[in-house]
């Protein structure tokens, strides 16, 4: 989306949520009628009892798998001869504690885990090792990634190949100054592949990048994993588990930063120089990003998650919340928007495990470097969009490229609600599916 197209549509949602442009100031928002929409449409939950993705996701239903010319693309990650997990986590259908109440009925994803964060417990879970695309999950990777080897007071100038990012964009642009800071608020809030693209330069290019990805990846026991992307693009021989997003996030949620910017409120975004290669072109003003994910304003406790969506992957999604001292995670693979959308789907089974009983349990999150296994195949790299080829330049941090005005976070659920849906309406005009 165009800066100005995206300003002007923060704009215009921050006014009817009933917020001022000004941080520090908020306005009351007045409630918006509720209108009935009726009985929900029957779902199909996809039936995975006879281990479908146990190897690999379904077939892509684009070309954006297709490798570029003179390579191929590689084989299926292994699977493990054990479930990583434990014995509990071979099953591929619905898998429960036995004696707990049935599994809530709205949840369509073909694959989907729900575990405690501290203790690492499986609660309940369904085809939890099944094989699918992350899309922008995998970005939890690339932010632990970044957070190991970047300096978040870094400020880089932005280029024409991140401003050219395919998929979701922030909003970066040729010229800007960014704080690495900025950068991860806008990956990880706003799942900005032009973020991705910005921190992945300065980690050594995107294939030094999701080589650290996968490294971490299989640390960590991820051994479903295999990221062919630093965004969750999609790429050849890309996979990962509901699973694994448990494993990756709850070890994410142990870095107080990234558990910060998950929950992050509104805040600003640089803007850029005008180009002066363009006629007529003027200053892009910074504006304001806010979180795409609806759990951490529709659900009480919510402690941040993230978003994913490709035509292969579908809609991917990570939920986390906290109640009565206990902090719970869902991961949902390969799902829809309907019966009810996915930060709902995920909602409904926090819900659920926040009402079972602390002993009732499936399987268990490994412990970092407990786990082995082979190594993931190295990424093939897909055909790319054409785009400039553009380095970063380092440039000396000054108090206004490190300054980020952050709203307060007084939002009534409804002026809330109304923000994000128009936020997330505004871009999904220009996001790729």
Not at 6 to 19: D, P, Q, S
Not at 140 to 166: E, H, I, P, S, Y
Request: charged share 15%; with cysteine.
């Amino acid at each position: 989306m165009k800066p100005s197209i995206r300003a002007a549509a923060v704009a215009t949602a921050l006014a009817l949520a009933g917020l001022s442009a000004v941080p520090g100031t908020a306005t009351p928002a007045a409630a918006a009628p509720v209108t009935d929409p009726g009985p929900a449409a029957p779902v199909t939950t996809p039936n995975t009892d006879a281990c479908p993705y146990r190897i690999s996701p379904p077939p892509p239903v684009d070309r954006s798998e297709v490798p570029s010319p003179g390579q191929t693309a590689p084989p299926p990650v292994p699977v493990p001869t054990q479930p990583v997990g434990g014995p509990g986590l071979r099953a591929c259908g619905a898998i429960q504690a036995a004696g707990t109440p049935p599994l809530p009925q709205d949840v369509s994803a073909a694959g989907w885990v729900l575990a405690d964060l501290d203790t690492g417990e499986v609660l309940a879970a369904k085809d939890p090792h099944g094989r699918h695309r992350p899309a922008s999950t995998i970005k939890v990777l690339l932010a632990m990634v970044a957070l190991q080897n970047l300096d978040l007071d870094k400020v880089v100038v932005g280029t024409q190949a991140d401003a050219d990012a395919d998929g979701s964009r922030v909003g970066i642009g040729p010229g800007g100054h960014y704080s690495n800071r900025q950068l991860m608020q806008g990956l990880v809030m706003n799942s900005g592949n032009d973020a991705a693209h910005a921190l992945a330069a300065q980690l050594g290019g995107d294939r030094a990048t999701v080589e650290k990805m996968n490294a971490l990846a299989h640390t960590l026991g991820g051994l479903d994993t295999r990221a062919a992307t630093p965004s969750g693009l999609d790429g050849p021989g890309m996979s990962t588990s509901a699973y694994d997003l448990a494993l990756f996030f709850r070890d994410a949620m142990r870095n107080p930063t990234f558990a910060e910017l998950v929950a992050a409120p509104p805040v600003q975004f640089p803007g850029y120089p005008a180009d002066p290669a363009i006629p007529g072109d003027h200053d892009h003003p910074g504006f304001m990003i806010a979180n795409d994910n609806e759990l951490l304003v529709g659900y009480p406790g919510a402690l941040g998650g993230k978003t994913g969506y490709t035509d292969d992957a579908q809609q991917t999604y990570i939920g986390s919340a906290e109640r009565g001292g206990r902090r719970l995670v869902v991961t949902l693979m390969q799902g829809t928007r309907k019966p009810i959308v996915p930060w709902r789907q995920a909602a409904e089974l926090l819900d659920y495990g926040f009402a079972l009983p602390r002993e009732a349990a499936v399987g268990t999150l490994v412990a970092p470097g407990s786990v082995g296994g082979t190594t993931p195949t190295l990424p093939t790299v897909a055909a790319p969009p054409a785009a400039a080829v553009a380095h970063h330049v380092e440039v000396q941090a000054t108090p206004e490229h490190e300054r980020t005005q952050v709203l307060r976070y007084g939002l009534v659920l409804g002026g809330g609600l109304a923000l994000l849906v128009l936020l997330l309406g505004a871009r999904r005009l220009t996001r790729r599916r």
